[in-house]
């Protein structure tokens, strides 16, 4: 669900905002954090991007590897450069196209510590919809319709699936 | 008898499953969605939702919903795809089609398009859609992986794959309760609101025949797609199988 959640706020993101993706386009990017046994694969293409799940031998472009902090402080706009700085961030591939998705994950401004907290298998609605908080620059305006947007898509929530594993039983 | 395949717990001849599932569905066709509702206490409506919010399809885009029936998926998709997008609602069976017309104008829906195809040979170019969808409909495919393939094929580069289904229960517990509910009340509840027990029958059975999740996974990346992943909804009930087209 975390997956679906973050997909569909960014790609809100790209068509609200006209963000331009074309540097990213037809680009594959593997973001791991081990802490939360995460491993994201985001797929631009024709103007959106998928995040899936990423398995070992995946023919990805760029590979991030990142620590619980500077994952946690990317969505909440950290500097990339000085996570890479300090090191906290593990990059293989091109700089220039993990900045770009770093970019675009520190404008959604999800709130990954509380995704978190809740995260223990299914969760409903609502919990969703108070943990997408779109407090930052130009996505400013967009709060209020991302977050229906969200609840009105993602009604299925009671029967959704539980495979929010990289969450249980990894923070508490 | 030739080559066989399973209609359900049945053993029958290749060429003739596409009629037997026909005949199917040409019973079913006038409760369709009554049964589903009642089937499956208006769950299905929400594994169909997440579906869609899970395709990513946008404005602009062309939908292709397979086996579509009764038209509630396209219903969706014609609003996500806006002014500009286009949504073709296939299905094989004429009967099926009838409703999906029917219902769509119930629904003030006009501009879906309506095309009746079968699934191992769809009649579109190369390279057409943004998105294929199918909900519950790949288990009445005989040649699975050629409908795979077909799809693989219509879909441009970059497109998506849906592919929601009947699928394996993950726990003990409920997979008991699962198979009492189909095999004892599921053909009783067609009998009494379809008037059409043995095509309820049909249906419980050939749940169980479809491939489970691991294995539709494998068949999805042996047709071409680059990435599949699947979502079990319901405890494994239905999955959805969400492709990319690399």
């Known amino acids: ?172 | 008898m030739g080559k066989t395949t399973h209609f359900g717990y049945q053993q029958v001849d290749v060429e003739k499953k596409q009629g037997l599932v026909k005949g199917v569905f040409d019973s079913v066709a006038d409760n369709y969605d009554l049964m589903n509702d009642v089937m499956s206490m208006g769950t299905h409506r929400l594994w169909k939702n997440y579906t869609i919010a899970s395709s990513n399809v946008t404005e602009g885009d062309k939908v292709l919903d397979i086996a579509g029936g009764t038209g509630d998926l396209a219903i969706k998709y014609r609003k996500k795809v806006g002014p500009s997008g286009q949504v073709i609602l296939s299905d094989i069976n004429s009967s099926m089609l009838e409703e999906g017309r029917k219902n769509l104008l119930d629904h003030g829906v006009i501009d879906v398009e309506f095309v009746q195809a079968n699934a191992e040979s769809l009649p579109f170019e190369d390279n057409t859609f943004d998105c294929v969808s199918i909900a519950f409909g790949l288990r009445n495919v005989t040649h699975k992986n050629i409908a795979l393939e077909q799809m693989h094929r219509v879909l441009k580069k970059g497109g998506c794959l849906m592919v929601l289904e009947f699928s394996k229960v993950e726990n003990e517990m409920l997979e008991k309760l699962y198979d009492f509910y189909s095999f004892n009340l599921i053909p009783k509840l067609g009998g009494l609101f379809a008037d059409d027990e043995q095509s309820y029958q049909y249906l419980a059975e050939s749940i169980r025949k479809h491939p489970d999740q691991e294995t539709l996974k494998t068949m999805v990346l042996d047709a071409g797609f680059g990435l599949c992943e699947y979502h079990n909804l319901s405890g494994g009930i239905v999955a959805v199988h969400k492709a990319i087209k690399t």
């Open chain 1, 1 to 172: 669900m975390f997956r679906l959640t973050l997909e569909k706020t960014l790609n809100h993101l790209i068509n609200t905002n006209n963000i331009d993706t074309e540097g990213l386009n037809n680009k594959t990017i593997g973001l791991s954090v081990d802490e939360f046994n995460l491993k994201l694969l985001f797929m631009f293409t024709n103007s959106r991007v998928f995040v899936m799940e990423m398995h070992d031998q995946q023919n990805i472009d760029v590979d991030i590897k990142l620590n619980k902090t500077a994952f946690l402080s990317l969505f909440k706009g950290a500097s990339f450069e000085e996570l890479i700085e300090s090191d906290e961030i593990d990059i293989n591939g091109s700089v220039k196209t993990a900045q770009q998705l770093a970019d675009l994950i520190a404008l959604t401004s999800i709130d990954v510590e509380e995704l978190v907290s809740h995260y223990t298998g299914d969760i409903i609605a609502h919990q969703l919809g108070k943990s997408i908080k779109l407090v930052k620059g130009k996505a400013n305006n967009d709060k209020v319709s991302i977050v229906e947007t969200l609840k009105n898509d993602l009604t299925t929530l009671l029967v959704a699936p539980s495979q929010s594993r990289f969450f249980n039983n990894k923070t508490h």
